[in-house]
C-alpha cells in the first residue's frame, strides 16, 4: 500500500529544500524553497521516533558529507543515501549506516547506461542494499533519465525495457520527477501511472505533491505499488499544505497500527 516517506535534502551542508530543476554546476544559487535550523541529525531522529524507515537523504552537490553523516549516526540502518554514490565510496556509506545506497549518475557513461557499472555496485554491495534512482525529465511524450543533479538528460527512456533490466540488481526505484520537483504544483499523475504499470520493484516517487490527499492520489493511479515524498509543501520543511502529523497518521493507518479513517482516504 502507498505510505509516506521521508526525505533529507542536503544542500552546502544544510537541509534544504530546492527546485531541482534549478540546481547547476556554473555556481549559480538554485532556487530555494526551505533552509533548516535544525542540522540533518534533527530530522534523522524525528523520523526515527516517528516510525519512518525507508526515506532518503540527498547530497545535493559537494560539501555534504558531514551532514550526511550526521543523519546516518541519528538512525544507523534507518535512512537510504544518495548522491554521489560510485564504485569507489559505496562499501564506506553502508558502513557509515546508510540503510541502502541510491545510485544515478555513476551508471551513465557519455549519457549511455552502463550495465557494467551496474553490476560492479550490485556484486559489491549486493543488490538488496541498492536503489537506483530513474529521476527524469519529459521529452517527447514520454521521460528520459536526467543525471548531474538533473542537468543532462540521458538517452535512456524510463519504461517497461529499463526497468526490467535493473530489476535484476537492485531492489528498489527511486523517481523524481525533475520539471515539477520543489514547485509544489501537483504531481505528474502520468508518470505515477506510468511507474505503476512498468516498475517490478518497489518505487517511490517525488515531485511536486503539495496536499496530503496526494497520499490518496497516488494510492488510486498506482493501485498502491507507489509510494510518495512530500518536500517543500510539508509543514516540517516550512510548507502550508501538508501537515507531518497527517503523514504519520496516513502511514499508521495503512500500515494496520491505528483504525482507518476516511479523513483522506
Known amino acids: 500500500m502507498t505510505v509516506f516517506r521521508p526525505c533529507i535534502d542536503l544542500h552546502n551542508g544544510e537541509v534544504k ?3 531541482g530543476g534549478s540546481l547547476r554546476d556554473d555556481g549559480s ?6 533552509v533548516a535550523d ?4 534533527f530530522f534523522a531522529q524525528r523520523y526515527r521516533d516517528d516510525d519512518l524507515p525507508g526515506g532518503h537523504v540527498i547530497r545535493l552537490g559537494p560539501g555534504n558529507d558531514a551532514a550526511a553523516r ?3 549516526a ?13 564504485g569507489g565510496n559505496a562499501e564506506a556509506w553502508l558502513d557509515a549506516g546508510a540503510a541502502k545506497l541510491i545510485v544515478t549518475s555513476w551508471l551513465f557513461e557519455a549519457g549511455r547506461l552502463s550495465l557494467a557499472r551496474v553490476k560492479t555496485l550490485a556484486n559489491r554491495v549486493g ?4 536503489v537506483v534512482d530513474l529521476s527524469c525529465r519529459r521529452r517527447d511524450g514520454g521521460w528520459w533519465v536526467a543525471v548531474d543533479r538533473w542537468q543532462t538528460v540521458t538517452e535512456t527512456a524510463v519504461d517497461a525495457e529499463t526497468f526490467a533490466v535493473l530489476a535484476e540488481f537492485c531492489s528498489e526505484f527511486l523517481v523524481h520527477a525533475a520539471d515539477v520537483e520543489g514547485r509544489q504544483a501537483g504531481i505528474d499523475e502520468e508518470l505515477v501511472a506510468h511507474l505503476a504499470e512498468i516498475s517490478p520493484r518497489p518505487c ?3 515531485g511536486g505533491a503539495r496536499a496530503i490527499e496526494d497520499l490518496a492520489r497516488v494510492a488510486s493511479l498506482s493501485g498502491g505499488r507507489v509510494d510518495l515524498t512530500f518536500g517543500s509543501a510539508l509543514d516540517l520543511f516550512g510548507g502550508s499544505g501538508v501537515r507531518y502529523a ?3 497518521a496516513w502511514n499508521r493507518r495503512h500500515r494496520g497500527q491505528e483504525p482507518p479513517s476516511n479523513e483522506f482516504s
Request: aromatic letters at 8%; a negative charge; one cysteine or more.
Open 17 to 19: 529544500q530546492i527546485v
Open 29 to 34: 544559487p538554485p532556487e530555494t524553497n526551505f
Open 38 to 41: 535544525q542540522g540533518p541529525e
Open 70 to 72: 550526521q543523519a546516518l
Open 74 to 86: 541519528a538512525w544507523p540502518g534507518g535512512l537510504q543515501l544518495g548522491g554521489g554514490i560510485d
Open 127 to 130: 543488490e538488496e542494499k541498492l
Open 204 to 206: 517511490t516517487y517525488a
Open 246 to 248: 497527517d503523514c504519520i
